[in-house]
């Protein structure tokens, strides 16, 4: 189910699918395939060889927004971490909603493509993610090379109990990420706070990547919602997942 409607905040919510029916307002590409059984869009499956994108099919300017969502990895090769997916606002001038990058285990779906991606690794690509196989991190321009990482307190990404929640801030080049796992009771916690250098707005579209190489796992999106604002913005007090005006640390769930 898509959404057009104006919510509080001078912000407007553009998108709010959970995808427990046909998501025509989307392009999946690749080998990404909702699962209309379970209410999921899977990006890929455990299969060596898999890529996967979905976008929404409206661009919408990229300058103050709020994303949120649900992703599960797992279920795949034994001792074996591959490879991650991202979230990612393509620059629309230069790549559509049908846009699907490179795979394998190192470039998610992303590489190769435009605009900006937040990853979520499980594939240790040697030094351009600090040899590390968990992190969150901020990729830029189609490059699988982050210019942000954090390995640091961000639990096991890969086959954890539950589901992992999102919330990314957006504001003029700065990108906070707020991640979540109440099954593993660990609380709402800000894992990136980075701002992208020289940062133009532009329009773009919203989605999601993924890949296999010949390790594998399955990636799995939920629940995505976006807000764009149309000026500063600000969130309700009582909801205990919303952030504060200037964008600041995340209220901790009750």
Do not use: C
């Amino acid at each position: 189910l898509v959404i057009y409607i104006a919510t509080p905040a001078l912000a407007v919510k553009v998108i709010d699918e959970d995808f427990n029916q046909p998501a025509p307002s989307f392009s999946f590409n690749g080998h990404a395939t909702q699962e209309l059984e379970k209410g999921v869009v899977l990006l890929t499956e455990a299969i060596g060889g898999q890529t996967g994108s979905f976008f929404f099919n409206m661009p919408f300017n990229v300058s103050v927004f709020r994303a949120r969502f649900d992703f599960w990895i797992g279920g795949g090769n034994p001792n074996d971490n591959g490879a991650g997916l991202t979230f990612a606002v393509l620059d629309a001038a230069v790549s559509g909603p049908a846009s699907l990058g490179n795979g394998g285990p190192a470039g998610m779906g992303y590489e190769g493509l435009s605009g900006f991606a937040i990853e979520f690794d499980t594939w240790n690509d040697g030094q351009i993610d600090q040899d590390s196989e968990n992190h969150v991190g901020v990729d830029i321009d189609g490059s699988i090379a982050s210019i942000f990482i954090n390995s640091s307190f961000i639990p096991e990404l890969e086959d954890s109990p539950g589901i992992f929640n999102v919330i990314i801030p957006f504001q003029n080049g700065n990108i906070k990420v707020f991640l979540r796992n109440r099954q593993i009771r660990y609380p709402w916690t800000k894992v990136v706070d980075f701002t992208i250098p020289d940062f133009v707005p532009y329009r773009g579209y919203f989605g999601f990547t993924a890949s296999t190489g010949g390790i594998t796992n399955i990636h799995q999106i939920d629940n995505f919602s976006l807000d764009i604002f149309r000026g500063t913005p600000s969130a309700p007090a009582k909801n205990p997942a919303s952030l504060a005006t200037t964008w600041g640390n995340l209220k901790k769930s009750q």
